[in-house]
């Protein structure tokens, strides 16, 4: 089935570790992206990409990277994690850039 | 830069009530209005969306109104039941321009449907 998968799903890690989070659609999308969002609250754009070597930051400022080798595949990298970054990440794509499709969220905790 | 302000940030209604939530935006050039629903847990689901040239779109229970003029567009339910109970997003785009592709999202409205 056609969907945006995201892993890991939920990870708790340590301060100044550092962490990818996966991000694969199947739907054939050129334009992904990845939003913050902290429970029930506004959805933050911190990266997004229009295709294959294609990367923008967002309107959040984000010590996170991502790269886009694939066109399938987006992750989104941190070097070293702090607790600041505790917060829910959401992957998503489209088609034209209109109706955007969200994974599932990776729960981030840093400790 | 594209700024969409939503009200308001929490809205209670008994059930059979209709709710009413209201965006703003900012950027002329917007094109494209969707609003998701994000049940508590899950993922933002689209519900409904209009785009420019069009000033009202329902689908059953729920509509979408734009005025373009004014840059604001509202979300309408109508009959509302329980399972409405979720957090809307409201969202504005400029489409397939150039610096298009962006959805900027709105703040934000929980809404809670008591039985």
């Known amino acids: 089935e056609a969907d945006i998968y995201q892993t890991p799903r939920y990870l708790v890690i340590g301060t100044g570790k550092k962490i990818t989070l996966e991000c694969s659609q199947t739907?054939?999308?050129?334009?992904m992206y990845w939003y913050q969002q902290d429970p029930g609250m506004e959805l933050h754009l911190i990266h997004y990409?229009?295709?294959?070597?294609?990367?923008e930051k967002g309107d959040l400022s984000s010590e996170s990277t991502v790269s886009r080798i694939r066109t399938e595949h987006f992750p989104l990298t941190l070097e070293s994690a702090r607790p600041s970054h505790t917060s829910q990440y959401l992957c998503?794509?489209?088609?034209?850039?209109?109706?955007?499709?969200f994974g599932e969220g990776s729960w981030l905790t840093v400790v | 830069g594209e700024n969409v302000e939503q009200h308001p940030s929490t809205l209670s209604v008994q059930e059979g009530d209709s709710a009413v939530i209201k965006c703003t935006y900012s950027?002329?050039?917007?094109?494209?209005f969707p609003w998701y629903k994000q049940e508590l847990g899950k993922r933002p689901q689209l519900i409904i969306d209009?785009?420019?040239?069009?000033g009202e779109k329902k689908d059953q229970r729920i509509a979408v109104t734009l005025n373009k003029t004014a840059k604001h567009f509202s979300l309408h339910i109508t009959e509302t039941q329980p399972e409405d109970s979720a957090v809307y997003f409201c969202?504005?785009?400029?489409?397939?321009?150039?610096?298009?592709?962006?959805?900027?999202f709105g703040q934000g409205t929980e809404l809670s449907v008591k039985p």
């Open positions: 998503a794509s489209s088609v034209d850039g209109d109706t955007i499709y």
């Open positions: 739907m054939g999308h050129d334009k």
């Open positions: 990409s229009y295709g294959v070597n294609s990367t």
């Open positions: 950027d002329s050039a917007s094109n494209y």
């Open positions: 209009i785009r420019s040239n069009v």
């Open positions: 969202a504005a785009s400029r489409g397939l321009d150039k610096q298009g592709g962006k959805l900027i």
